[in-house]
């Protein structure tokens, strides 16, 4: 394990911003921590920088302390290197300049420039300066210099957020494939899901502060341990179900049976997630949704339908299903796992109900 944060609250200025912060990271592994602006993302990351000081708990690297109430570790001996959101490059020198600045006394540096040029397909443009680079190609020179001297573990603010959308898709997959190339552990801090997804090997969602589930993306999204996850991660509706026993519950778009039990809920009203793969487009249905609005997305449509009580459900559909806003749609659901979670404030009644 490289990197442990135990209990861990911190903030600025007095104000504990996060608290009690449990998670640890793998060698070689990438980790992301995601939310919404002002949960404490960039804090938790500023705090393993060693730029901000923690009030309780630790932050353990590679077995080493690094940061506990009353001391932090410099960040200059912490081994961690950092890429900043805006890239922070000195204008004034060129991109092999840039990426040799923190390891101006190395052996070999002429030899680690070029090898860290070719690591991020910058070969060529050695000699260039910043400002007469893209921003994709700038990002890359700030990732380059933030690998030369060899970090333990690196933290990524942001990376991505001054790039347009397909730029960003593109380079969040080089980064990890860079990474990956190089066994570099990493944390990157970011709002965007897609982003985390296709970067991270575990992801941190944070909400207020807290740490709601640290887990692979995989999990978050079809094992979320809390309903704010379950609605933060991808897309969805909760509608509300009894619990008819450990593994049924009924809904009003029937009941609804999954693959496993939940012994702990039955006979509750519970809160069932679907998602819009879980609702299927079927015609000759008796089950049946009107068709609110709709976007498009090529091999398949984002429909936005309304069940005749006013509960509101999303769902893909084919692309050749060319549906209408005011449409009436038939439709079932195949949502052989499902999400739910007990219903806020509910009692259980432990009845049976007619299935």
């Known amino acids: 394990m490289l990197l442990k944060l135990r209990n861990l609250a911190c903030g600025y200025q007095g104000q504990r911003v996060v608290q009690n912060l449990n998670l640890h990271l793998n060698a070689g592994d990438i980790g992301c921590l995601l939310g919404s602006s002002g949960c404490g993302k960039t804090t938790t990351l500023r705090a393993i920088a060693g730029f901000e000081p923690v009030h309780e708990g630790e932050i353990v690297l590679a077995g080493e302390v690094i ?60 000699k260039r300066h910043p400002h007469e680079l893209s921003g994709g190609q700038q990002q890359r020179v700030a ?21 347009d959308g397909e730029l960003r898709r593109r380079l969040s997959h080089e980064v990890r494939d860079i990474l990956k190339a190089r066994g570099t552990s990493a944390i990157l801090v970011t709002h965007d899901q897609e982003e985390a997804f296709a970067v991270s090997d575990h992801v941190g969602v944070f909400k207020e502060g807290r740490l709601e589930q640290w887990d692979t993306p995989y999990n978050l999204y079809h094992e979320p341990a809390t309903p704010y996850v379950a609605s933060f991660v991808g897309q969805g509706y909760f509608i509300r179900g009894q ?14 049976r999954g693959n496993r039990a939940y012994p702990d809920v039955s006979g509750a009203p519970v809160d069932v997630l679907l998602r819009p793969d879980d609702i299927v487009y079927a015609p000759e249905s008796a089950l049946k949704a009107k068709v609110s609005s709709k976007t498009f997305q090529g091999a398949a449509t984002l429909y936005r339908l309304q069940l005749p009580t006013g509960t509101q459900l999303e769902a893909l559909f084919p692309s050749h299903a060319d549906l209408r806003a005011g449409d009436e749609v038939g439709i079932r659901v195949a949502a052989e796992h499902l999400v739910l979670f007990p219903a806020v404030g509910s009692v259980p009644v432990h009845q049976d109900l007619a299935v």
Do not use: C, W
């Open 67 to 126: 940061s506990k109430a009353g001391f932090t570790l410099a960040p200059e001996k912490r081994r961690i290197g950092m890429v900043f959101q805006d890239y922070a490059l000195f204008p004034h020198l060129t991109v092999a300049d840039n990426i040799a600045f923190g390891i101006r006394n190395h052996p070999r540096l002429t030899q680690v420039v070029e090898e860290m040029l070719e690591l991020v397909n910058l070969k060529a443009l050695g």
């Open 143 to 163: 990732l380059a210099r933030a690998l030369a001297p060899e970090p333990q573990l690196l933290l990524l603010d942001e990376p991505f957020s001054n790039l």
């Open 243 to 256: 619990m008819i026993d450990a593994q049924s519950v009924q809904t009003e778009l029937g009941v609804l």
